[in-house]
């Protein structure tokens, strides 16, 4: 059998979560599969390493996933796809690093076990997210855009997670989650940054009516943006459609990332965001530890739902303690 090397580029935080989701592959008795530089731009395009967070065949197996039923809804999620919908199923079915996959496994669980009894889900989640007044979890969804994102802010920018409630006035509201593992929140501007003339200035004045509208962040944010295009990063952009889309459904909205508690630059990205935000908006974006979250589902949780959170935090957060 292969054994798996280090990536000559992992930082230490991402070589440990490469290293834990190995020892898991290993666990399963799974060959690793040689992994090939696709980028083109790297100076080691085309070359191979023997990884140990890739396997084969995944879309068969299931393996990448901590139950059948997991691995079903990510299948029909992939298989009824909407066209602006966008799925890499390879990171999905093969990669154990993946944040993707990740996400399946904490909130299908939660997905079930709200189908099942929904007072024992809000519980749960009650429990894992305290710092919101919910009353009663309505729905759980995953890789969720809004059908009507062109209309929103034309970008098209997925929540990995929903989580759809009452709160106790009885208004309709939703936090929408990003999960990351060991990758960072993501640089890539807006897609009508990538734009020219008129099609790029509609885009732009687009994007720019709906922050005004939201009326969320200092007043000078829009020439920090025309100034810094870069500025409008996967976060930022999450964060307005999300708020955007909170506004068009009349339901109170909030953010979160869920993420590691060493993650490296969470919590000073979450921060650069929050800078830009009137006072009273800053506590509608945070930052809640994985550990925190599924600890308190560990807690709350019993039978077959507490055993695949604890199969959840041996394979993901078994950190090295410093």
Same mark, same amino acid.
């Given at each position: 059998?292969?054994?798996?090397?280090?990536?000559?580029? *992992?930082?230490?935080?991402?070589?440990?979560?490469?290293?834990?989701?190995?020892?898991?592959?290993? /666990?399963?008795?799974?060959?690793?599969?040689?992994?090939?530089?696709?980028?083109?731009?790297?100076? *080691?395009?085309?070359?191979?390493?023997?990884? +140990?967070?890739?396997?084969?065949?995944?879309?068969?197996? +299931?393996?990448?996933?901590?139950?059948?039923?997991?691995?079903?809804?990510?299948?029909?999620?992939?298989?009824?796809?909407?066209?602006? =919908?966008?799925?890499? =199923?390879?990171?999905?079915?093969?990669?154990?690093?993946?944040?993707?996959?990740?996400?399946?496994?904490?909130?299908?669980?939660?997905?079930?076990?709200?189908?099942?009894?929904? %007072?024992? $889900?809000?519980?749960?989640?009650?429990?894992?997210?305290?710092?919101?007044? %919910?009353?009663?979890?309505? $729905?759980? /969804?995953?890789?969720?855009?809004?059908?009507?994102?062109? *209309?929103?802010? +034309?970008?098209?920018?997925?929540?990995?997670?929903?989580?759809?409630?009452?709160?106790? /006035?009885?208004?309709?509201?939703?936090?929408? !989650?990003?999960? #990351?593992?060991?990758?960072?929140?993501?640089?890539?501007?807006?897609?009508?940054?990538?734009?020219?003339?008129?099609?790029?200035?509609?885009?732009?004045?687009?994007?720019?009516?709906?922050?005004?509208?939201?009326?969320?962040?200092?007043?000078? !944010?829009?020439?920090?943006?025309?100034?810094?295009?870069?500025?409008?990063?996967?976060?930022?952009?999450?964060?307005?459609?999300?708020?955007?889309? +909170?506004?068009?459904?009349?339901?109170?909205?909030?953010?979160?990332?869920?993420?590691?508690? #060493?993650?490296?630059?969470?919590?000073?990205?979450?921060?650069?965001?929050? #800078?830009?935000?009137?006072?009273?908006?800053? *506590?509608?974006?945070?930052?809640?530890?994985?550990?925190?979250?599924?600890?308190?589902?560990?807690?709350?949780?019993?039978?077959?739902?507490?055993? %695949?959170?604890?199969?959840?935090?041996?394979?993901?957060?078994?950190?090295?303690?410093?």
């Amino acid at each position: 059998m292969i054994k798996s090397e280090p990536y000559p580029y *992992d930082t230490p935080f991402v070589a440990e979560c490469r290293q834990m989701q190995s020892r898991y592959r290993e /666990e399963l008795g799974l060959p690793l599969r040689p992994y090939t530089v696709q980028n083109r731009r790297s100076k *080691d395009f085309g070359k191979v390493y023997n990884l +140990g967070n890739y396997i084969f065949s995944g879309e068969e197996s +299931g393996a990448n996933f901590l139950a059948d039923y997991i691995f079903v809804h990510a299948k029909d999620r992939l298989n009824n796809r909407e066209p602006y =919908e966008t799925f890499d =199923e390879d990171r999905m079915f093969n990669n154990l690093l993946s944040s993707q996959p990740m996400a399946f496994n904490l909130f299908c669980p939660l997905r079930k076990l709200l189908e099942k009894n929904r %007072i024992a $889900a809000t519980k749960a989640i009650q429990a894992a997210l305290p710092y919101y007044s %919910i009353a009663m979890v309505t $729905a759980v /969804e995953l890789e969720f855009i809004p059908s009507n994102y062109q *209309d929103l802010t +034309g970008d098209k920018s997925a929540m990995d997670a929903i989580i759809k409630y009452r709160n106790f /006035e009885g208004k309709e509201c939703f936090i929408a !989650i990003e999960t #990351k593992y060991s990758e960072n929140l993501g640089s890539n501007a807006a897609s009508f940054m990538k734009l020219s003339g008129e099609k790029y200035e509609e885009k732009r004045q687009k994007y720019f009516e709906t922050i005004k509208k939201l009326n969320l962040f200092l007043p000078d !944010i829009e020439d920090k943006i025309r100034n810094r295009p870069s500025k409008l990063t996967q976060l930022y952009r999450n964060f307005i459609l999300s708020e955007a889309y +909170g506004n068009h459904e009349g339901m109170a909205s909030n953010s979160i990332v869920l993420a590691p508690a #060493k993650h490296p630059s969470t919590k000073r990205e979450i921060e650069s965001l929050q #800078k830009e935000l009137l006072p009273q908006a800053k *506590d509608k974006i945070r930052g809640v530890t994985l550990e925190a979250f599924v600890d308190a589902l560990i807690e709350t949780c019993d039978g077959e739902y507490k055993q %695949i959170f604890e199969r959840f935090k041996k394979r993901y957060l078994n950190f090295k303690e410093n």
